[in-house]
Antibody
Framework: QVQLVQSGAEVKRPGASVKVFCKTS????????VHWVRQAPGQGLEWVGT????????TYAHKFQGRVTVTKDTSTNTVFMELSSLRSDDTAVYYC???????????????WGQGTPVTVSS | QSVLIQPPSASGTPGQRFTISCSGS????????VNWYQQFPGTAPKLLIY???QRQSGIPDRFSGSKSGTSASLAISALHSDDEADYYC???????????FGGGTKLTVL
């Protein structure tokens, strides 16, 4: 069955970078976008960005542009999200989600990883 | 402030019909379809409704969705105690070139 398995919890200092992975299985990797969504403690969901696994196109939310990089490794069906210049308000659970529609950014997300807690603290 | 607007909290009793609203603008709900997600504490969100009114596989038919203009609604025809969760609407925004979410509605079943 389709699975998205994420890397484990991270603790980082302010100003550092964090790189989280999302390993997918059970479907054709290049067919569906993989998105990143985060949730700060006690807060709602916030879209971070996405990658088109059939190419190299990435799209990021405006507030993260310049600080976030989403990449992929087609050989291992894995997507990575790196967030730099971390601040305390980047403390959140980061989820990956598979796009719902083939080859489309617009379908939303149908299946999710388990989430990766990232804590930014001095 | 979220781009899509939902009431932050709501409550109902078992068996009651319940509706959650989601208000947007011409660049998101006015042009694109809406999805609804359910989230229990400490777990990943789950897709309930996609393309305004289509139930995801395995979702009970007690859940339904609708959209008109720049507003959308999620309805639960008969509340169960295990429906107590957070509910989020989401849509693509053509102006922001981004996915946007509602702030979430925390549903309490009394």
């Amino acid at each position: 069955q389709v699975q998205l398995v994420q890397s484990g919890a991270e603790v980082k200092r302010p100003g550092a970078s964090v790189k989280v992975f999302c390993k997918t299985s059970g479907y054709m990797f290049i067919t569906y976008y993989v998105h990143w969504v985060r949730q700060a403690p006690g807060q709602g969901l916030e879209w971070v960005g996405t990658i088109n696994p059939s190419g190299t196109t990435t799209t990021y939310a405006h507030k993260f542009q310049g600080r976030v990089t989403v990449t992929k490794d087609t050989s291992t069906n894995t997507v990575f999200m790196e967030l730099s210049s971390l601040r305390s308000d980047d403390t959140a659970v980061y989820y990956c989600g598979r796009g719902r529609l083939e080859y489309s950014i617009r379908g939303g997300f149908d299946l999710w990883g388990q989430g990766t807690p990232v804590t930014v603290s001095s | 402030q979220s781009v899509l607007i939902q009431p932050p909290s709501a409550s109902g009793t078992p068996g009651q019909r319940f509706t959650i609203s989601c208000s947007g603008s011409s660049s998101n709900l006015g042009r694109n379809t809406v999805n609804w997600y359910q989230q229990f504490p400490g777990t990943a969100p789950k897709l309930l409704i996609y393309r305004n009114d289509q139930r995801q596989s395995g979702i009970p038919d007690r859940f339904s969705g609708s959209k008109s203009g720049t507003s959308a609604s999620l309805a639960i025809s008969a509340l169960h105690s295990d429906d107590e969760a957070d509910y989020y609407c989401a849509a693509w925004d053509d102006s922001l070139n981004a996915w946007v979410f509602g702030g979430g509605t925390k549903l309490t079943v009394l």
